[in-house]
């Protein structure tokens, strides 16, 4: 309960890991206001919080807009920066959106911060894409840093705006790099936030799976119930300030190993493989897998949810709630 009566920010709050998180924190009795822009390729979604919409508030505005973040930072301890654009080819085709929104706009924030509330904390969610093709596996915090889409690039420059403003100007902030994130009210209705979305509005519809390449990619995954416990450690650690930390699993499974489980969990799906589109071949990063090794010491972190169980829940979910995620054709 150390979150309870705490006033906590959550960017991007309405969409898959700040709703899951907002819940959690809701739960533990904290003071959660929700910003988010709610553009419709971005994954933001009034059901993702159906349940708790009468115990937070919500104001719709984008961190791009520096003199709404300057009311609703101004007296909060908590800021989890999760808004961002996540799809990597969209990063490709359209750079400068992604710009805006991955870098210029986090630097806006801590700026805001700086200015009106130097007391608060600040967790920003990065991601393991900024490594690029690993040159090792399992990947540590150590490992050399090559983005291979635009995407990556402007997440980075996000990542160290922040450890900057930690270091130089003794804002109290950390970031996690996630991996594959997954679970109850991730975007399904295309690839823009995680394959795995559009897998399973596949499987619900009745289309077979479809594996890029050979389908021997090595992933790890991660349920959102966990990600949201590392956010709430680093949130509540000092020792995390200023510190970078891998998220990642001990659970490694190739992508037609993948689909198999799945299909093994929801009888009668299928799945086929095909050629790699070369748009996405141009920015794929072969195998990946991460060490946590350091947040697991420092902070006491590790998965909980099996893979199998995290799917099994996952599809149950979008079974029962599809039509809030995606039209199905009849």
Not at 154 to 166: I, M, Q, T
Request: aromatic share 10%; glycine share 8%; net charge neutral.
């Amino acid at each position: 309960m150390f979150y309870l009566n705490k006033k906590i920010l959550i960017t991007g709050g309405l969409g898959f890991i700040g709703s899951n998180l907002a819940r959690s924190l809701v739960n533990q009795g904290a003071k959660v206001t929700l910003i988010d822009s709610l553009i419709p390729q971005y994954g933001g979604n009034n059901f993702n919080i159906d349940d708790i919409k009468n115990e937070v508030v919500i104001n719709i505005s984008d961190v791009r807009d520096t003199y709404a973040m300057e009311y609703l930072i101004k007296d909060q301890e908590y800021v989890f920066n999760l808004a961002g654009q996540t799809s990597h080819l969209d990063s490709m085709t359209d750079p400068k959106t992604d710009l805006d929104i991955n870098a210029a706009a986090q630097l806006s924030l801590l700026e805001v911060c700086r200015a009106k509330n130097p007391q608060t904390k600040i967790i920003f969610a990065s991601t393991r894409q900024l490594y690029g093709k690993p040159d090792y596996l399992p990947v540590d915090e150590k490992h050399p840093i090559r983005p291979v889409d635009v995407n990556g690039i402007n997440k980075l420059a996000g990542e160290w705006y922040h450890l900057l403003y930690n270091n130089v100007y003794g804002l109290r902030t950390c970031a996690l790099r996630l991996t594959n994130t997954y679970g109850n009210g991730m975007r399904v209705k295309d690839a823009r936030q995680t394959f795995l979305g559009i897998w399973i509005r596949r499987m619900i519809e009745g289309d077979p799976i479809e594996i890029f390449g050979d389908g021997l990619q090595k992933r790890d995954f991660n349920h959102v119930d966990d990600c949201v416990e590392a956010l709430l450690l680093a949130g509540q650690s000092e020792t995390a300030n200023g510190k970078v930390y891998n998220l990642g699993s001990q659970e490694v499974i190739d992508l037609k190993s993948l689909a198999q489980l799945m299909i093994g969990i929801s009888p009668g799906a299928q799945y086929k493989m095909i050629p790699f589109p070369p748009e996405r071949k141009a920015i794929d990063i072969g195998d990946y897998y991460s060490d946590f090794s350091l947040i697991r010491h420092e902070l006491g972190w590790q998965p909980k949810t099996s893979l199998k169980n995290g799917l099994e829940k996952t599809l149950q979910y979008y079974k029962e709630h599809h039509r809030h995620y995606w039209d199905i054709q009849s």
